[in-house]
Structure formats: structure tokens, C-alpha cells
């Protein structure tokens, strides 16, 4: 029987998926032609979706992007056989944005069907956990510190490390947090991993429970991605069923067991302290550090809290051996990133690539430029608190030291792109708004800070007494920058002060600003 591939991801069920799906089916049964509609995660090229794919005899074929109307036309066209078509993109590997891709984490994503513990174990799934057996505590953390893997959650910390503090801390329970709040504008990997792949998720956190002794593990999703939660629900359920999750994982001494939560909309519930006081069912404030999660985390246990991609990156790590990961990357910077293409961009989608690429390449070559057409003048990687880097620092390789030693971060690897409309003294007022608006209100530098940084640019921008407050703003950035208890008043400052250093026509009086937006609306 013909297989035809159809995601179920979020960002394909947006643009028409789901009717695409019901149509091919009745396409299917009205020819009288016995098909198979597999319902996948997405391979992450955006712009092209609805991209389906059919099984034919020399492998995959996919057309995209494809509507419901488009359905009668293409069996016409022989879909089944990989019939010409002028949605016919050819075999999808073969697709430049795909071909050019390092995919370690997303291998399966968009191939697979996410919720078939069979189709994960036939793409070697599991295979990772099986080694983990065979090494033990100390020859799994040992391994993961090799492969160089850093935290992706934004502040790129050795997770070997992470895990090794939690194992050599002694306490009768322990836990395992999966932090899936993914807050970050332009950013949606942790949610393809979770629609697209969940059990190589529910696998790297039953490694790192092996590695520290940890029998309970939590995964803190955003509400605004329910298809995420319904499929590590089931995906969940499934494991549990079949024993990969419970008290003798695959028939081993190995008790783990893992819960979704569902966070309340707030970004500073990312912030990994928050976090946990949300898990508790308190309000998500900061906590001061220390002491750290490693020692006194969820409910005052050592607590492992990782992002959703350094788990997902665990499976490959155990089953292929350090070397195979850290043998891609540069300098500190191993393995591979799943860099997220977002914003006014041609070509935007899940990039996964070794570190080392510049950000010109990214935006350039592989986004191909902006989706409108006009040049690029900004681009904003790593989140809210990330840097604004204009074209002259397009020559940045994707390495974190490289990004930092520029000012800029980059987080978990989103980059969003502006074109040259782009009013970036009101971007700057902007990260000000949003640190005043998500701000927890612990600290001082934060929470007056911010309104006060909110109500200075406007004066900025409404042409008040500019030097004089152009000078407010520096100081206020550098009380903010050095006086944060956390990253989200601390970071502030880098949208901010990258704007103003990068883009200082933008924050001359009105008749000498060139932005084109500005010139066009004035
Ligand atoms: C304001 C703020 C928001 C954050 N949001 C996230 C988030 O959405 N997801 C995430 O994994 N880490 C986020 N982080 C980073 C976490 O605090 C923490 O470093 C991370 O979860 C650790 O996992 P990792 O070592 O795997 O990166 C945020 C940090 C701050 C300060
Ligand atoms: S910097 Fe802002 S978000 Fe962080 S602890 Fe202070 S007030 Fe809360």
C-alpha cells in the first residue's frame, strides 16, 4: 500500500494541513486506490508547507506546498508514482535547504511517524539508552562532557557538568526537568523536536535520570503550544505501555517516570529558577543562586533542569560516542545547532548545522534575504535579550564565544531578520516594554529600570532633549546590565545598546533618521 506523508506539526497545520490530509484520503477512496496517510512532524522548510511526500519505488518524492485544491490535480498527475507536477519539489534530501543541513537531533523529524515506538526503534531509537545501560552513572556523564554538548536553553553551559553536580549530590530523590517554555522570539525547535520526535525527548531524560539517580522528570511546556502537549502526552502514555517509562525500564533496574506541566504564558518562567517555583504551583519569581538547581532545585532536591534540545541531543551522543559529535563545531562550540530562520526572511525554517557557519551565510545564502524583498538591515539572534547585528558583523561565525566577544548571544539559536523599514530606536524602545512587561519584579534594576528605560526612549524618539537622553538610557543599561538578579533585566541592554552603537541615525531627530520606513512615513 502507498504511503503519502502528511506533518501534523503546528506550523503545517496553520497553512492547510489538516484539510490537505482529508483530501488525499478521499482522493485515495474515491480512485479506488488503497493508501496509507502517515501523519509526520514537519522537516522544518516552512515555506513549503503543506509539504507532503509520497513512498514511491526510488524513495521519497515531496510536493509543496500543496492545498486541499491542489489534490485532484496532482493524483491526476500520477502522485502516487512521483508524477510530474508543478508542485513536485523532487526527493526532499535533495533539496538544497535540506542537503545542506547536519542533521544529528532532527534526523527523524519529518520522516518519522511520531507517535509509532516501532518507526523511533527502526530509525535507532533506543539505541542510546542501551549504551547508557552498558556504561553506567560515571561512563554516561563522562560522555556527555566529551561531546562538548552545552546547554541550548541560552546560556550554552557544559551539561556534563550540570549532570555531574547532580550525581555526586547525595539525596534520596532527585529530578529532571525539562524546561519546553521556548519564550524566545522567532524560535520553535523545542516544539518540532516534541511534535515531530517526542520519544528521542522522553529517551534523553531517562539517560540523564540514569546518569544522576533520578526517578522523577517533569517537562514544563508553554501553553501556547497544545499540539506539543497532546503529543508528549500520548507519546508519554505510549512509553509507559510498552515499559520504556515506569519502574523496570526495558525489563532493566531502572525506575523513571515522567509528567507534562503546562506554564501560564509568562516568558520569565523560562528563567530556570522560575521555572521551578512554577512547578511547585507558586507564582514564577526568581530565585537568588545559590544555591543552584544541581543542589536544591525542584521542591528543594538536586534538580537536573536542561533545555528540551540538549536532551534531544543526548540519544545520538550515548548511541554514536562523544567523538561523533564533537568532532563537528568550533572551538568551544561542538556538535551541531538547530539554528531557527525567522522574521521577514525568503526562506525560513529549522536550519540544523556544526557550529562555525557565519550569520551572513545563514541569512544570505540559506534564508535566501528578506521575504519582501528589500535589503537586510537587522538581524536579532538569541531571543528578546539578544544583540540587533547589522550587515558589517555579518562575518560572525555561529560560536558562542564568537557571538559574545561581538556583544551578541546566541541563545537558542533563533534569528530574526528585519528588513530596512525597520525603526530600530522604536526596536529598542521595544525590549524595554518587553523586559517592563515580563519583568517579575524582584529586583530594582528590572522592574524600575525597565519603565523607566520604556518612558526615556520615547522622549528619544519624540526628539525631547536627545543627548541628555541618550546618556539616561547608557546609565540605565549599565545599573541594569551589572545590577539584575537575573538575564532578563541583564540582558536588556544588548537589544538596546547594539541598537543604539549599530543604528545611531535611527536615534537622530526625525528630518536625519534614514530609515526608509521613517522617510516613507514622514
Ligand atoms: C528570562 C529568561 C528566559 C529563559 N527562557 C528559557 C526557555 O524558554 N527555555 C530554556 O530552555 N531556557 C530558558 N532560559 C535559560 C534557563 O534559565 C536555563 O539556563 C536553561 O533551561 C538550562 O538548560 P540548558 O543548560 O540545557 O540550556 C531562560 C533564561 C532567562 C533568564
Ligand atoms: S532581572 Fe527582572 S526578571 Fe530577573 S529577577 Fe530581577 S526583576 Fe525578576
Redesign the pocket.
Known amino acids: 500500500m502507498t504511503r503519502v506523508f502528511v506533518p501534523r506539526d503546528s506550523g503545517a497545520l496553520a497553512v492547510g494541513a489538516e484539510p490537505v490530509a482529508r483530501a488525499i484520503a478521499r482522493e485515495a477512496q474515491a480512485r479506488n486506490i488503497p493508501i496509507e496517510v502517515v501523519r509526520t512532524g514537519s522537516r522544518g522548510l516552512y515555506w513549503l508547507e503543506p509539504m507532503i511526500e509520497v513512498e514511491t519505488g526510488a524513495g521519497r518524492i515531496a510536493y509543496g506546498p500543496v492545498s486541499a485544491a491542489d489534490v485532484t490535480a496532482l493524483f491526476d498527475a500520477n502522485l502516487l508514482a512521483g508524477g510530474a507536477h508543478a508542485k513536485r519539489l523532487g526527493p526532499p534530501e535533495r533539496i538544497s535547504f535540506l542537503e545542506r543541513q547536519t542533521r544529528l537531533t532532527f534526523a527523524r523529524c519529518g520522516i518519522i511517524d511520531p507517535l509509532s515506538l516501532e518507526d523511533y526503534c527502526a530509525h535507532v531509537g533506543y539505541r542510546g539508552l542501551a549504551r547508557a545501560l552498558a556504561l553506567g552513572s560515571g561512563g554516561i556523564v563522562d560522555t556527555v562532557t566529551k561531546s562538548g554538548l552545552?546547554?541550548?536553553?541560552?546560556?550554552?553551559?557544559p551539561?556534563g557538568i550540570?549532570w555531574k553536580t547532580v550525581s555526586d549530590t547525595a539525596a534520596p530523590q532527585k529530578y529532571i526537568v525539562c524546561?519546553?517554555?521556548?519564550?524566545?522570539s522567532g524560535t520553535f525547535a523545542?516544539r518540532m523536536v516534541m511534535e515531530g520526535d517526542p520519544f528521542m525527548l522522553i529517551e534523553g531524560m531517562t539517560i540523564a535520570a540514569l546518569a544522576v539517580g533520578a526517578t522523577e522528570g517533569f517537562i514544563y511546556i508553554r501553553s501556547e503550544y497544545p499540539h506539543a502537549i497532546a503529543a508528549m502526552e500520548a507519546a508519554i502514555t505510549i512509553a509507559r505501555r510498552a515499559g520504556m517509562l515506569g519502574k523496570a525500564i526495558g525489563g532493566c533496574p531502572l525506575a523513571f517516570d515522567i509528567e507534562v506541566r503546562v506554564g501560564a504564558g509568562a516568558?520569565?518562567c523560562?528563567?530556570?529558577?522560575s521555572?521551578l517555583e512554577s512547578l511547585e504551583g507558586k507564582r514564577g519569581v526568581v530565585r537568588a543562586k545559590p544555591p543552584l538547581p544541581a543542589h536544591k532545585g525542584l521542591f528543594g532536591k538536586p534538580t537536573v533542569?536542561?533545555?528540551?534540545?540538549?536532551f534531544a541531543a543526548i540519544p545520538f551522543i550515548l548511541a554514536e560516542g562523544a567523538q561523533a559529535y564533537a568532532e563537528f563545531g568550533m572551538g568551544k562550540s561542538r556538535g551541531t545547532m538547530p539554528v531557527q530562520l525567522a522574521g521577514n526572511i525568503k526562506h525560513g525554517g529549522l536550519f540544523e548545522t556544526a557550529f562555525g557557519i557565519t550569520l551572513g551565510e545563514l541569512v544570505d545564502n540559506i534564508g535566501g534575504g528578506t521575504a519582501s524583498g528589500r535589503p537586510v538591515k537587522a538581524v536579532q539572534v538569541g531571543g528578546p535579550?539578544g544583540a540587533y547585528f547589522p550587515r558589517a558583523l555579518f562575518d560572525t561565525p555561529f560560536d558562542y564565544e564568537a557571538f559574545a566577544k561581538r556583544d551578541g548571544l546566541i541563545g537558542?539559536g533563533g534569528v530574526v531578520v528585519f528588513d530596512d523599514t525597520v525603526d530600530m530606536a522604536k526596536q529598542a524602545r521595544f525590549a524595554f516594554e518587553f523586559c517592563a512587561h515580563?519583568s517579575c519584579g524582584k529586583c530594582t534594576p528590572c522592574r524600575i529600570g525597565a519603565t523607566r528605560g520604556v518612558e526615556t526612549m520615547q522622549r528619544i524618539i519624540s526628539g525631547e532633549r536627545r543627548a541628555e537622553n541618550l546618556a539616561v538610557v547608557e546609565d540605565l543599561c549599565h545599573t541594569m546590565k551589572f545590577g539584575s538578579l537575573?538575564?532578563?533585566g541583564g540582558?536588556t541592554p544588548y537589544p538596546v545598546m547594539s541598537a543604539l552603537t549599530h543604528f545611531p541615525d535611527d536615534f537622530r531627530a526625525p528630518p536625519n533618521r534614514t530609515s526608509a520606513g521613517l522617510q516613507a512615513a514622514e
Open positions: 552545552r546547554g541550548r536553553g541560552g546560556a550554552g553551559f551539561t550540570k524546561n519546553a517554555d521556548e519564550g524566545d523545542d516568558y520569565v523560562g528563567e530556570e529558577t521555572l533542569i536542561n533545555n528540551v534540545l540538549s535579550l537558542h515580563e537575573c538575564a532578563l540582558f
